[in-house]
Antibody, heavy 118, light 110 residues
């Protein structure tokens, strides 16, 4: 069955970097687009970034553009989110999701908590 | 990338039907048939309930249905059950090649 497992979250100081990973299994990784979505404590869902099924395009929310980079390693069946210049407002649970359509993400990881604090 | 507009809360009794609206603009909801709906129980990952306006993923109950008219999409839940109590979020692809979520609607089953 399809499974997504995130890792890499933790506590980091403002201005520092962190890389999240999302390991996929149970499907052909290279056939699907994926995204990152985050949820600040007590808040709603916020879209962060997506990478197209063929890996040729990436899109970002304005709030992270220029600071975050989404990428994937098909050989490792792993999606990444490189987060630079972190801010307190980036504190959230980060979820990865696998698509069933351009904007329909059917499978999700368990989430990984990123806390940006000095 | 302004958030889509959803009511903060809705409620219904078991067996009843409710509808949650999701209002966007001609740049997102009105631009494409790429509206999706997610259910989220507290502390859990989101669950896809509807995609491409009205398609249900495998395993999602027929009681959940979606529609769209102009810049407003809707999620209807019929035959409300206690387990439907959760937060619901709409989402749309935009003509800026981005994705935008609504603020979320808390559904209470009274």
């Amino acid at each position: 069955q399809v499974q997504l497992v995130e890792s890499g979250g933790g506590v980091v100081q403002p201005g520092r970097s962190l890389r999240l990973s999302c390991a996929g299994s149970g499907y052909i990784f290279s056939n699907h687009g994926m995204q990152w979505v985050r949820q600040a404590p007590g808040k709603g869902l916020e879209w962060v970034a997506l990478i197209w099924y063929d890996g040729t395009r990436e899109n970002y929310a304005d709030s992270v553009k220029g600071r975050f980079t989404i990428s994937r390693d098909v050989s490792r069946n792993t999606l990444y989110l490189q987060m630079n210049s972190l801010r307190a407002e980036d504190t959230a649970v980060y979820y990865c999701g696998r698509d069933v359509s351009i904007n329909g993400f059917e499978f999700w990881g368990q989430g990984t908590l990123v806390t940006v604090s000095s | 990338q302004s958030a889509l507009t959803q009511p903060a809360s809705v409620s219904g009794s078991p067996g009843q039907s409710i509808t949650i609206s999701c209002t966007g603009t001609s740049s997102d909801v009105g631009a494409y048939n790429y509206v999706s709906w997610y259910q989220q129980h507290s502390g859990k990952a989101p669950k896809l309930m509807i995609y491409d306006v009205s398609n249900r993923p495998s395993g999602v109950s027929y009681r959940f249905s979606g529609s769209k008219s102009g810049n407003t999409a809707s999620l209807t839940i019929s035959g409300l059950q206690a387990e439907d109590e959760a937060d619901y979020y709409c989402s749309s692809y935009t003509n800026a090649n981005a994705v935008v979520f609504g603020g979320g609607t808390n559904l209470a089953v009274l």
